[in-house]
């Protein structure tokens, strides 16, 4: 069975804090995907970054950076130097190689930034 | 490219009646999936489909059901409402392959019904 574990319901930090986000995995499948979305007041789930589980290698892309550990079936997200823009609901989520496209969300992570 | 487009955006129901949402794809995208999002039970995955044909179905009620047309678009439908269907309903689509497998999803804005 697939399950993804965000046990960090709601977060506030000030701007410019730094913030991780934790996202726990479970999975039989030997290959698997891991991605991030994030969504804002309007509803919509924007896409930030898919991993494959093949892939350990880190990624930072401006002020995001993801560290996947296979070892601890985790996939955290961090923002550095949060900013008020970053305030949303942000998801992880699985999908394996036997489940196609039906993607397993965590339970997500509400982040406030305050000015 | 244009996103993906859902509509309508907003929609009010009574118990008991049926409503259909639309979905269309980004161009080149073959394969439509939906969500339903609700605070209790959070985004769950209600069914996929690739070349007008149903490939993955999640664990819902035969109530709710879909399609998927020649040119991509789907729709999905929900007969005999109950309140606990109202919710956020997301469609997504992606690049996934005949062959199945995973792509990353784009999703649309919602459709947020509301059933009284």
């Known amino acids: 069975a697939q399950k993804v ?9 000030v701007e410019k ?16 995907y891991l991605f991030w979305y994030k969504q804002p007041p309007s509803g919509e789930l924007v896409f930030l970054i898919r991993r494959n589980s093949f892939d350990e290698q880190n990624e930072i892309s401006g002020r995001y950076s993801w560290n996947f550990q296979k070892s601890t079936s985790s996939f955290n997200f ?6 008020v823009v970053d305030s949303a609901v942000y998801f992880c989520a699985l999908s394996g190689v036997n489940t196609g496209n039906q993607f397993y969300f965590g339970t997500g992570t509400s982040l406030t930034v305050i000015p | 490219k244009a ?33 339903q999002q609700t605070p209790g039970q959070g985004l769950q995955f209600l069914f996929e489909y690739f070349s007008e044909t149903q490939r993955n179905k999640g664990n ?3 109530r709710f059901s879909g399609r998927q047309f020649s040119n991509s ?7 005999t409402l109950e309140l606990g269907d109202s919710a956020l309903y997301l469609c997504a689509s992606s690049l996934a392959t005949l062959a199945g497998g995973t792509d990353t999803q784009y999703f649309g804005p919602g459709t947020r019904l509301t059933v009284l």
């Not at chain 1, 913030?19 to 999975?27: N, P």
């Not at chain 2, 161009?27 to 939906?34: D, E, F």
């Not at chain 2, 678009?73 to 007969?79: A, G, H, I, L």
Request: hydrophobic share 25%; charged share 20%.
């Open chain 1, 5 to 13: 574990t965000q046990a960090q319901t709601e977060i506030s930090v």
């Open chain 1, 17 to 32: 804090e730094d913030v991780t986000l934790d996202c726990v995995y479970e999975t039989r499948d030997t290959t698997y």
């Open chain 1, 78 to 83: 961090t923002i550095t130097a949060s900013q």
């Open chain 2, 3 to 35: 996103g993906v487009t859902q509509t309508p955006r907003y929609l009010i129901k009574t118990r008991g009646q049926q409503v259909t949402l639309s979905c269309s794809p980004i161009s080149g995208h073959r394969s439509v999936s939906w969500y």
């Open chain 2, 60 to 62: 819902f009620p035969g």
């Open chain 2, 73 to 79: 678009r789907s729709e999905m439908n929900v007969s």
